[in-house]
């Protein structure tokens, strides 16, 4: 039995019957609007160069070479674009396949190079015929070890190519040591058969101890439970292969050269004396006077190794340097809550300030998440309103390091709300915070609390910049409570109350709309509904297939609360850290509102200005320079408090009073106190405005006293900071 009746069109839809509680028909056209539309609100959006995009990510199966793929792909795309309407257009932002490429020809000339330095120090040092005989054994270490790799599927890529590179020293130790030694013994006057079977048997099982223990030292890298373990598996895989094949041709191929190759010394071309000349007489006197002096040498050792330890400060500790490419990202959060349209349009501005740099080439912009991954250590965030990503593409890697640099440092000044953190392109996973301190247990106000004292002591350090709480801060939640009594009466249950109320933002899914080979959903949606209050809140009415009701009807209540909207676990507990996202910027503080007028004192007529705003992006520097200030004005009564004015930015708020005859700092005012002088700021939630005033500290001297209130204006929270003299 096959039934029909599935909506095929949006007139299907329209010409739906809807029947009353009092048996009247409808069409569904007649009292509801059918449109077909993308999902409102978006959960993300993308746009390159500011016009809207879809994207599409491509991979490459398991088996599958990336360079070989990206030119198939970048052939349909020709095609594709040849077909497109008009308006519309394919643009490539990240070619894996090319990047891949460039950097595997980079490689192989370094391996090319490597392998030429190697052989030519060896004709140098050993002499012609020798250097090629070794060398020729590092050549096949180097073919055997490039058969294993594709018998067991291990590509040409950047850590299977460093591996090579990182052992190339290493390869011709085995074959120097047999070689070596087979000469030796022939100058002693035994023949080249037993010379070479004494050099093998003497020398093989130390070199594979020495090989062994080579290859174990790089064993904990694969074993690492780290990302890190996935990511250089094949350059350990490829070491341990490459120094036992070293060690397999120093035992086999090196015999049969010398053998073949090497001709014996005739009886007359012995030498009387092994290890005799000038350079070894001279080595001998080094050795003689360091015995002799035994304990001056042990002491110049001991403070060289001091000396040593001390200079590892100056070395940057990077494991895996950055990417030399001509890409790099910002991650912007704005305050937990914010809607995806007001994350929109901060990041067009942002983008727009970006592309509006010289060394721009590309900007695409990713808002609610990031992209599809598409390199490895890429870090993956969202679904969130209030974050988003941009990519940016400059002319070349060069101007890339340069414009990066210059919004690591000033991007936070021009786009103080949010916090942005300014990435480069590494072969490492990005991580979240530089440092961070995490707290575990059951009670998210008391880790709430820690947090916060971790934050503040972070912010007294002058080199910590954007500390911050892992989960953001709390947005505002209305939530009404269920009354099982009133609603039974009307016959509402809590669930058609919830289906009621997400038809609000959200939509309610009531069935499926087949588009030709797709399913779309089909959303119930309430129309005209503005709702900015629990008040408001309550008079929506809620329906059940019968009957209606207000809402406010029944629930107990609707109450008005705080939450954190995201909640992070670590080993089933709960968990929340304080970390520290970005380096402190190379910048000044800022001063807005006003300019001080150099060299002010109490017997000045000018005007003084009443407020001074010193912002910068963490509170160390913004201390220096009002600390600057009050010494400048050290004769007029200066009042000051810090605030949080927004996630990244420190402010501290100057109060310079117009009448300059009032007391210094420090002394007690003879006439009234000066009236308090309230200072609004606006912010999206109460929760921010409690935590920001919490936070508020006083300068050392300074005889402010701070009472803070928080209300409603217009569907804003206002932080009032009123500063007066006690």
């Not at 009292?31 to 959006?45: D, G, M, V």
């Not at 090497?262 to 004396?273: D, Y």
Request: glycine content about 6%; overall charge positive; hydrophobic content about 45%.
């Amino acid at each position: 039995i096959e039934s029909t009746g599935n909506f095929y069109s949006l007139d299907d839809i329209r010409n739906m019957t809807i029947v009353s509680r009092t048996g009247e028909h409808f069409r569904l056209a007649d009292i509801a609007e059918i449109e077909e539309s993308y999902q409102t609100p978006p959960s993300n959006k993308m746009r390159i160069d500011g016009k809207p995009a879809v994207g599409i990510a491509i991979s490459t199966i398991p088996t599958g070479n990336v360079v070989d793929m990206a030119e198939a792909v970048k052939l349909e795309i020709d095609h594709f674009a040849e077909t497109m309407p008009e308006g519309f257009e394919l643009q490539t932002i990240y070619d894996q396949g090319y990047e891949s490429a460039v950097a595997n020809q980079g490689f192989i000339l370094n391996l090319i190079i490597s392998v030429v330095t190697v052989v030519a120090i060896l004709l140098f040092f050993i002499g012609f015929k020798n250097g090629i005989l070794i060398g020729s054994g590092l050549v096949f270490s180097i073919f055997a070890t490039l058969i294993v790799m594709l018998s067991q599927g291990i590509a040409l890529q950047r850590m299977s190519l460093a591996a090579i590179i990182i052992a190339m020293g290493m390869l011709v130790d085995n074959a120097i040591v047999v070689s070596d030694s087979a000469l030796v013994n022939m100058q002693r006057g035994m023949r080249k058969r037993v010379a070479i079977l004494r050099a093998c048997s003497s020398t093989s099982l130390p070199l594979l101890a020495a090989t062994v223990i080579a290859i174990l030292t790089f064993l904990p890298i694969y074993y690492s439970p780290h990302i890190t373990g996935e990511l250089l598996s094949s350059l350990v895989v490829v070491v341990g292969v490459s120094l036992m094949f070293s060690w397999v041709f120093a035992l086999t191929q090196t015999p049969f050269f010398i053998q073949e190759f090497v001709r014996r010394p005739r009886p007359n071309e012995l030498k009387a004396a092994l290890f005799a000349g000038k350079y070894y007489d001279k080595f001998r006197s080094a050795l003689r006077w360091v015995i002799r002096h035994r304990y001056a040498t042990i002491g110049c050792m001991v403070i060289m190794l001091v000396l040593s330890a001390w200079s590892f400060k100056f070395i940057p500790k990077v494991f895996v340097p950055a990417l030399d490419k001509q890409y790099f990202t910002l991650d912007m959060w704005l305050p937990e809550g914010t809607r995806i349209e007001e994350t929109d349009k901060m990041v067009m501005d942002m983008a727009e300030y970006i592309r509006g740099q010289e060394e721009t080439e590309m900007v695409s912009t990713y808002v609610g998440r990031t992209p599809p991954r598409y390199y490895l250590s890429n870090v993956s965030f969202g679904p969130q309103s209030n974050y988003a990503q941009i990519l940016v593409k400059c002319k070349t890697s060069k101007l890339s390091r340069q414009l990066h640099a210059r919004l690591q440092d000033s991007v936070s000044l021009k786009f103080p709300e949010p916090l942005i953190k300014v990435n480069k392109f590494e072969l490492s996973p990005l991580t979240e915070a530089v440092i961070e301190a995490r707290f575990l247990g059951p009670d998210p106000a008391v880790l709430d609390s820690l947090v916060g004292q971790a934050i503040e002591i972070m912010r007294r350090n002058p080199k910590v910049a954007d500390a911050r709480n892992e989960w953001g801060n709390m947005s505002m939640v209305i939530r009404p409570v269920y009354d099982p009594v009133k609603a039974g009466a009307l016959g509402i249950t809590k669930a058609s109350m919830m289906e009621s109320v997400k038809s609000i933002n959200d939509g309610l899914p009531v069935g499926v709309y087949r588009d030709n080979e797709k399913k779309v959903p089909v959303l119930l949606k309430s129309g005209n509904v503005d709702i900015t209050d629990a008040h408001s809140l309550g008079d929506f009415s809620i329906w059940n297939g019968e009957r209606s009701a207000p809402l406010s009807q029944v629930t107990e209540r609707i109450e008005t609360t705080w939450e954190f909207p995201q909640v992070r676990t670590y080993n089933r507990q709960l968990s929340m850290a304080a970390n520290k996202v970005n380096p402190v910027a190379n910048v000044s503080p800022k001063i807005i509102v006003a300019a001080i007028p150099p060299k002010a004192t109490s017997n000045n007529s000018g005007t003084i200005p009443k407020m001074v705003v010193v912002a910068a992006i963490n509170t160390g520097r913004v201390r220096e320079t009002v600390a600057s200030i009050i010494e400048e004005y050290r004769s007029i009564p200066l009042r000051c408090c810090t605030l949080i004015s927004s996630i990244s930015t420190i402010t501290f708020l100057i109060i310079i009073p117009s009448n300059p005859s009032q007391p210094a700092i420090g002394k007690k005012p003879k006439s009234k106190p000066v009236k308090s002088i309230p200072t609004a700021i606006p912010i999206k939630d109460k929760g921010r405005t409690q935590r920001m005033m919490t936070g508020s500290r006083k300068l050392p001297n300074s005889p402010t006293r701070i009472t803070t209130n928080a209300r409603n204006a217009n569907g804003k929270y206002l932080a009032m900071a009123c500063i007066a003299s006690p």
